[in-house]
């Protein structure tokens, strides 16, 4: 089975400054996708930004933007200019073959 | 739109009970799949269809079934609940295309308890 692994269970960030949350992948796949999703105190799951394996360029989404490094098989997303909203659960996910893997999750908390 | 769909919000069973979790999405999206979602392990995928009339299992399917009859509808039943099924399950649905599954998006979640 893939395993996508979030090595941080918990972070702390100051309102305004930048934070990055790590997420690694294990793949043989040439083909795949890589998902980050915010998941809120309320319980829905949110999309924020998707990065695929043959994307040459690292994505972005308004503060969001993925720090892809194929070779380290890394996904890491940075959040900038943190805000209170931003206080939640945050999964990496990683497709491959129509099956979607999650890791266990980072929880962020903005501080004022 | 309304999006993805899941009923009901609460559920509580006893075991050895079934029931059938509803989930529609109005998205015209070939891919449907079900999730669970434990504490401390994130989701993991229990069966997922990539159009109507195709279904495969996911990570965890023991339990489990699933049928897609039309593009819009995909339930999951559970066959005789036990307590270990005790979880919140999440439906989601994306487009699908050259093999690849595009970004999903997910259902409210149904909280079940079995007791």
């Known amino acids: 089975a893939q395993k996508i692994t979030q090595t941080q269970p918990g972070m702390f960030v100051q309102e305004k400054e930048a934070v990055t949350l790590d997420c690694t992948y294990d793949?043989?796949?040439?083909?795949?996708?890589l998902f980050w999703y915010k998941q809120p105190s309320s319980g829905e799951m949110i999309f924020l930004i998707y990065q695929g394996s043959y994307d040459e360029q690292n994505a972005t989404e308004g503060r969001y933007s993925l720090n892809f490094q194929k070779a380290r098989k890394s996904a890491n997303l940075v959040i900038s200019a943190s805000q209170l909203g931003d206080s939640a659960m945050y999964f990496c996910a990683h497709e491959t073959g129509n099956q979607f893997y999650f890791g266990t999750g980072t929880s962020l908390t903005v501080i004022p | 739109n309304a999006g993805v769909t899941q009923t009901p919000k609460f559920q509580v069973l006893k075991t050895g009970q079934s029931m059938t979790l509803q989930c529609a999405q109005d998205m015209n999206h070939e891919y449907m799949s079900w999730y669970r979602q434990d504490p401390g392990m994130g989701l993991r995928l229990i069966h997922y269809s990539v159009g109507a009339g195709i279904t495969d299992q996911g990570e965890v399917p023991n339990g489990y079934n699933v049928s897609r009859s039309t593009t819009e509808d995909f339930p999951l039943r559970l066959l005789s609940a036990a307590p270990s099924q005790t979880s919140v399950y999440f439906c989601a649905s994306s487009y699908s295309w050259r093999g690849r599954t595009d970004t999903q998006y997910f259902g409210p979640g149904t909280r079940l308890t079995v007791l």
């Open positions: 793949t043989s796949d040439q083909s795949y996708g």
